[in-house]
């Protein structure tokens, strides 16, 4: 079957030579599938990289057509790896990366392949920012439009926030403007109804930030977070400014296991900033403190170096409304047991400002203030892998039997672990009151469910 398919996909490409083709035979092969998360060991059938949407075009007409499954692969961070499938066509996007930024410079029009990192970088390069993830390697379009968590989402709001509009190639492998229904979806639903070619999304003038990592004496890594939180729930009810996005996080280093904060100061009054760097940098006992003076670019490049390239396990997520003194406790109980393993890690993101106001225009469910536990139960090595992932599901199952009223009732789809087949209300775990209305927008723009391999998979909540 697969020999066949292939003959066939090769005979069809022969038509289209700008669309570039790495078969199993490549000896590129290997390393073009490799995924994040390599607990994910499937097979493409191939992998295809279209250079243009009419090169997407053509292969989702023939994919339709000949009935050959595919996902959709950019930076491949999916957590669960989902941007291959076992046997499927993968479509690498990853050489469509233009941006082209608006007259006004109020917008800028960003093609469905580019990463954090090139597109962070194009930006500068004009005086401009937009809202990012925290590492430069994910895809933008993957981020974005699931929700987009970030150290801008203070300031700016979240991914989702950012899109004005959007161009898919859709499930008849025409190239289309989403119309605002659609558009309504793709804000929060990502790739569920088609192929995103481009975006144009909102951009800021932005000369410098104040940006690093403020690491704290950890050798009672469960007292720190606990003085830590006591005195930002503090310093919060005062008034933090929403130039100011900080993010904690634990991790292994070679020094032991530590707590720190990513500190980001994303305003041009940067005296302002360097004050704010000292309070936040006074919750804690506070050992170094990289802060500085520096560009998203470089910011991201070298937050890049600190994480693992690949990894093994899963992850969790948590929505809470409040950091509460028992949820701090469970949670630095379980940092001080955290595995060893450099790709084990945990962070927690806050939504405030216009990250937490409501936006009709989106099916992203989160909108209010609050909390997102991200429980990174990876590891480096795969032998290590159980005890990675058994350690964040015991993190994540004490948050959850706490107190159920502080737990928002939906999680954070790109990093949280999507079981399948899907237990009974885990639709409304993804999309909350959105969720009969992303499914009645699937019928109608994918009613055969062309994209059926996509982050979420729907067919499962049919
Ligand atoms: C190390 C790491 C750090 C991360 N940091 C953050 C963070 O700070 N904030 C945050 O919110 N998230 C973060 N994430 C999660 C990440 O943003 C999401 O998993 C995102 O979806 C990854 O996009 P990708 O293109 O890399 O994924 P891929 O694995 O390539 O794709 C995943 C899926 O996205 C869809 N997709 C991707 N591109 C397209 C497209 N052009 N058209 C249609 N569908 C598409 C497809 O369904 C595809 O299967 C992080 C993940 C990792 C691994």
Sequence with gaps: MA??????????????????YTPPSSPDYPSISKVWNLARQDNPLAIVHPQSAADVSAVIRYAKSSGIKFTIRTGGHNLQGRAIAEGALAIDMR?????????????????????????????????LATPTATIPSPGYVGWATYGGYGPFSARWGLGVDQ?????????????????????????????????IVDLAIKVYPLESILAGVIVYDSQDISKTLTQFNAAYQKLLSDGVPLQLTIQQMAFNAPQGRMFAV????????????QRWCEKIAALGPALMNTVALTTVPDWLAGNGALVPLSVYGSS????????????????????AKMPSDPATMFSIHQ?????AAPNNESVFAAREPHF?????????????????????????????QL???????????????????????????????????????????????????TVPRLKYYW
């Design 95 to 127: 050489a469509l990366t233009s941006v082209k930024v608006a007259a006004d410079r109020q917008s800028a029009t960003v093609q469905g392949g580019i990463l954090q990192q090139e597109l962070a970088t194009k930006l500068w390069q004009e005086g």
């Design 372 to 400: 997102m536990l991200e429980i990174l139960g990876y590891a480096t090595a795969e032998e290590d892998r159980k005890g990675s992932e058994q350690w964040a599901v015991d993190l994540w199952s004490e948050v959850q």
């Design 3 to 20: 020999d066949s398919q292939l003959t066939a996909l090769e005979t069809f490409l022969k038509d289209y030579p700008s669309i570039k």
């Design 316 to 335: 969790r997520t948590h929505n809470l409304h409040q950091m509460t003194p028992d949820v701090v406790e469970i949670i630095g109980r379980n940092l």
């Design 351 to 355: 939504l405030r400002g216009p990250s």
């Design 262 to 273: 990513s500190f980001m100061w994303s305003s041009d009054d940067i005296e302002q900033g």
């Design 163 to 195: 899109i004005i509009s959007a161009t898919i190639v859709n499930a008849n492998g025409a190239i289309v403007e989403a119309d605002d229904s659609l558009l309504k979806g793709i804000r929060g639903a990502g790739g569920v109804f088609g192929v």
């Design 403 to 453: 107190d159920a009223g502080n737990v928002l009732p939906s999680a954070y789809i790109p990093l949280d672990f999507l079981e399948e087949p899907r237990q009974p209300g885990a639709l409304s775990r993804l999309f909350r009151s959105h969720g009969q209305e992303i499914l009645a927008l699937k019928k109608k723009y994918d009613p055969e469910n062309v994209f059926d391999l």
